[in-house]
Structures are given as structure tokens and as C-alpha cells.
Nanobody, 123 residues
Framework: QLVESGGGVVQAGDSLRLSCVGS????????MAWFRQRPDQEREFVAS????????YYSESVKGRFTISRDNDKNTVYLQMNNLKPEDTAVYYC??????????????????WGQGTQVTVSS
């Protein structure tokens, strides 16, 4: 099970930190990722992190503004989002991949999903 939190309504230029707590699986051996989905659009890759936390991957649209991190002792993955833009408005989902390396960019690369948390950025 994955449970996200931290979404909300902010203004352009503000920051938010999303959290996702995992349970029921060996969190520390899974790669973790964040995806987002806008209305009537496909789920889009945002960022991923290797099981060990030593490597991170980002989409071009968020590189330099968002940071993914994890705390395996707390079974938690984070997404720090800075300098938010209206186009970042979406439902954000965390996902887990037993492969561990975080190379997947497609939704079907990931086995477990959270319920999502809404992020709304006003201009």
C-alpha cells in the first residue's frame, strides 16, 4: 500500500513537499517514482529514485525545480517541488517498482500505486 500526502492549492512560484509512505512490501528494495496526471491526459512520469537513493531521474519539465528523495528507515519517498507553475497542476501519484533501479518511465513499469494527491497551482 502507498499513501500520498502533502498536496494543496498554492500560487505560482511557491513550494510544496509531497510524501508517500509504503507498507506491505520491502520498501527499501523497490525503486520509487512520482507520476502526475492532468484531466483527460495520460499519466506522466515526473521523477524516480533507485532503491538505494544513490541515483535520481527527472523529466525535462521538472528538472532543476523538483527533487525526489527517500528515507528507507521511514518507508517514505518525498517530492520537493519548488518554483511551481500553473502547468504543474495535476494529481500526483507515487509508484513502486520491484526492479529497484528506477529506470522505468511508463506507468506499467510500476507495480504498486497510491491513491493520488491533488496539486493546484494558481497564476
Amino acid at each position: 500500500q502507498l499513501v500520498e500526502s502533502g498536496g494543496g492549492v498554492v500560487q505560482a512560484g511557491d513550494s510544496l513537499r509531497l510524501s508517500c509512505v509504503g507498507s506491505g512490501f520491502t520498501f527499501g528494495s523497490y525503486a520509487m517514482a512520482w507520476f502526475r496526471q492532468r484531466p483527460d491526459q495520460e499519466r506522466e512520469f515526473v521523477a524516480s529514485i533507485r532503491w538505494s537513493g544513490e541515483l535520481e531521474y527527472y523529466s525535462e519539465s521538472v528538472k532543476g525545480r523538483f527533487t525526489i528523495s527517500r528515507d528507507n528507515d521511514k518507508n517514505t519517498v518525498y517530492l520537493q517541488m519548488n518554483n511551481l507553475k500553473p502547468e504543474d497542476t495535476a494529481v500526483y501519484y507515487c509508484a513502486a517498482d520491484p526492479g529497484g533501479y528506477g529506470l522505468g518511465r511508463k506507468a506499467n513499469d510500476y507495480d504498486y500505486w497510491g491513491q493520488g494527491t491533488q496539486v493546484t497551482v494558481s497564476s
